[in-house]
């Protein structure tokens, strides 16, 4: 990643992001922040934090994609935020886990002013952590609902979520999204954040480069004694390096050429098929 690229990615985005949500910041009872359970503390943005404090608005945490990641480190993170008194849950979108149960959490914050009306909530997140997956399921869990077609757009690539104003996702109880769901563009200051964000598909291919990516993705597979990674491939060794595994990996499928194959890698990765995995570690939290 080099500094134009950190700077074209950054700014613009931010400041339209943050605008969206001041302007709205008073019409939400309750936010709720989704990450990628993968990269739990990388995929925080400090500047919403600010804003959520500065305003005094409450939020929940949500873990989505729980059946991605390492589960344990998920469940020990939970653990050590609640003993702090932060709200969080893990989810899985794609599998419709724990979305019941986050409704009722949000339904522990509804004050007098919102009794008859229903809770008002907003969903916050970096791109492609699950924000349109989350909106279109908890309408699903919604008898009442969940005959209507979906209404977020869910894709693999960064940045698709549209507009969607106002919708009921639940009847009982009775619960608003408000407006757009608000993308927050991550601020990366250290390359690390940027190679784990770009795996787990938070930012664009192009601004970090996919060498790198495999090579720190090897890197922490092999530090988590992984196995699976390889053994999927027929591979009988373990590689020591992005290159290495790249290449075992193309002779094996006998890939027109080296972009085929980082792109077959990297796409195996971002859907669990190499493993559960979380990249960043507990100790962050200390
Ligand atoms: N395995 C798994 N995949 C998920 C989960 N939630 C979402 N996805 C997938 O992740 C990708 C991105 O999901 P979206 O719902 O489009 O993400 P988004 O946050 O709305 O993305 P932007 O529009 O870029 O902000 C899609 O391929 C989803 O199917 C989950 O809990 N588990």
Same mark, same amino acid.
């Given at each position: 990643?080099?500094? /134009? ?15 969206? +949500? ?19 503390? /990388? ?44 709200? $969080? ?21 509804? /004050?007098?002013?919102?009794?008859? *009306? ?17 909106? @279109? ?21 960064? $940045? ?9 996702? $639940? ?30 598909? $938070? ?29 999927? %491939?027929?591979? @009988? ?18 890939? %027109? ?8 890698? +990297? ?14 570690? *507990?100790e962050l939290l200390n």
């Amino acid at each position: 990643m080099n500094n /134009s690229d950190k700077i074209s990615w950054y700014p613009g985005h931010m400041k339209r992001a943050m605008e969206h +949500l001041e302007k709205r910041i008073s019409d939400v009872q309750l936010f709720l922040e989704l990450r990628d359970a993968r990269v739990p503390f /990388s995929s925080k943005n400090y500047h919403f934090d600010n804003l959520m404090q500065a305003h005094n608005k409450e939020k929940i945490i949500i873990f989505n994609k729980f059946d991605l990641c390492n589960q344990d480190i998920t469940n020990k993170i939970i653990e050590k935020y609640k003993k702090v008194g932060i709200q $969080c849950i893990a989810t899985s979108a794609r599998e419709r886990l724990n979305l019941r149960e986050l409704i009722m959490m949000t339904n522990t914050y509804k /004050s007098a002013k919102f009794a008859t *009306v229903g809770m008002w909530l907003m969903i916050c997140g970096m791109p492609n952590v699950g924000k349109s997956t989350i909106i @279109n399921q908890l309408r699903q869990t919604t008898p009442k609902l969940n005959k209507r077609k979906a209404i977020a757009k869910s894709t693999a690539s960064p $940045c698709t979520t549209k507009n969607v104003a106002g919708i009921k996702i $639940c009847d009982e109880p009775l619960a608003y999204l408000v407006d757009t769901p608000g993308v927050m563009i991550p601020n990366i200051t250290e390359e690390e954040q940027g190679l784990k964000l770009g795996l787990v598909g $938070c930012i664009k291919d192009k601004i970090v480069t996919k060498e790198r990516m495999l090579d720190y993705l090897v890197r922490e597979m092999n530090q988590q004694q992984m196995e699976k990674y390889y053994k999927i %491939y027929g591979l @009988n060794e373990r590689p020591k390096t992005g290159g290495q595994y790249m290449l075992a990996v193309r002779e094996r499928y006998n890939h %027109y050429n080296y972009e085929t194959t980082i792109d077959f890698i +990297l796409n195996g990765f971002r859907i669990g098929k190499l493993g559960n995995i979380t990249l960043d570690s *507990v100790e962050l939290l200390n």
